[in-house]
């Protein structure tokens, strides 16, 4: 399905699209684990900040009681402003430039809102086709700084970018 959307452009002219970033890290040996330390929805520690992962720009979705996370890289900070646009959030599974990838979009009602391009391997659960909507939080190294809520599907090539229906 043809889309007449377009991807909003970000603080430095570009969408986010950290697919390159991890094919760099992977080649060069970054294996580090994430660790996550929980209380229900919230995150309590982590080494993402810190690791190579973090340092390198990469960001992460986890999930953890029924809410996505997504774990702002320091160097990325400047994309908050543009999430924030968005009333809520479409988490789409799919195929993007060759592989299992996650489609984040702020829905902000207009033909371009943000979206960003996670690699599967950036993210520690599935997107479901569910009806059911869930809340994603995102969280840079101060603690979380905004949520929506947000709705999951399927679609077999991203980028999908179709409104929630």
């Not at 986010?16 to 991890?22: E, G, H, I, R």
């Not at 101060?142 to 809520?149: A, H, I, L, N």
């Amino acid at each position: 399905m043809k889309s007449d959307r377009q991807f909003q452009l970000g603080l430095n002219g570009t969408y986010v699209d950290t697919t390159s970033f991890l094919a760099d890290k992977v080649e060069q040996g970054v294996s580090e684990m994430i660790i996550l330390e929980n209380d229900g929805a919230d995150i309590t520690s982590t080494n993402y900040f810190d690791s190579p992962w973090g340092q390198a720009g990469m960001y992460f979705l986890s999930a953890n009681a029924g809410v996505a996370r997504l774990l702002i890289p320091d160097n990325e900070i400047k994309t908050i402003r543009e999430m924030q646009t968005g009333k809520f959030c479409v988490l789409t599974s799919g195929i993007y430039m060759g592989q299992s990838s996650v489609e984040i979009m702020f829905e902000d009602l207009t033909r371009a809102p943000f979206a960003m391009f996670l690699p599967q391997a950036q993210c520690d659960f599935r997107i479901e086709n569910s009806r059911k909507p869930m809340s994603l939080s995102a969280w840079t190294r101060t603690g979380k700084v905004s949520q929506w809520t947000a709705f999951q599907r399927n679609s077999k090539k991203l980028p999908c970018l179709q409104p929630w229906k």
